[in-house]
């Protein structure tokens, strides 16, 4: 879930990307909406990722406020904003130039966003998560009282010392139960 939520700042550029402006005749009267939709389908596509990307933070948010929880006690704490700026260059800036005017096209992609899915989940790339900062949450590395580090996605600021609720996402990902 949090791979895909990752990209919406992706389907944003994308959706505005392939919008078609040929939705006038040439006597300056709407096209039709069944024509419209058909000229803009890629946006489409982009605006229903964009608004099932959004539902899924509203479906972790929901699982996460229904869960049990555990208590970390914050002994050190490393924050992890710069990781957004590699992110971007890094994941979203390359994207930006895809055309889906043919399903080869369509097919590589998804294929490619398979791969990245594939390493995004095996490896921390969720610390560089854009989409989170949106939804005002930090990502921070801490270490507990039994010297192991956690990944800890959080509103509320985290404190030294602090004992914090939190929910079980991942191998080493937890959420900050608010």
Do not use: C
């Not at 994207?95 to 043919?102: E, P, S, W």
């Not at 959080?154 to 608010?178: C, P």
């Amino acid at each position: 879930m949090l791979f895909v939520i990752s990209y919406v700042p992706l389907y944003f550029i994308l959706f505005f990307q392939n919008l078609n402006d040929k939705l006038w005749s040439k006597g300056n009267e709407f096209i039709g909406l069944k024509e419209a939709l058909i000229l803009n389908k890629v946006s489409l596509a982009f605006l229903i990722l964009i608004v099932s990307s959004v539902s899924l933070y509203f479906i972790l948010y929901k699982i996460v406020i229904k869960s049990s929880h555990e208590e970390i006690k914050v002994v050190r704490i490393q924050d992890n904003h710069a990781e957004h700026l590699s992110y971007l260059a890094t994941y979203i800036l390359p994207f930006i130039g895809l055309k889906f005017d043919t399903w080869q096209n369509i097919l590589s992609t998804v294929a490619l966003f398979y791969i990245l899915g594939h390493i995004y989940i095996k490896t921390n790339l969720i610390l560089t998560n854009p989409t989170l900062t949106l939804f005002r949450y930090h990502i921070s590395k801490i270490e507990n009282d039994k010297e192991k580090m956690k990944i800890i996605i959080h509103k509320q600021a985290l404190k030294k010392g602090q004992t914090e609720k939190v929910v079980h996402l991942t191998s080493n990902v937890y959420l900050q139960k608010i």
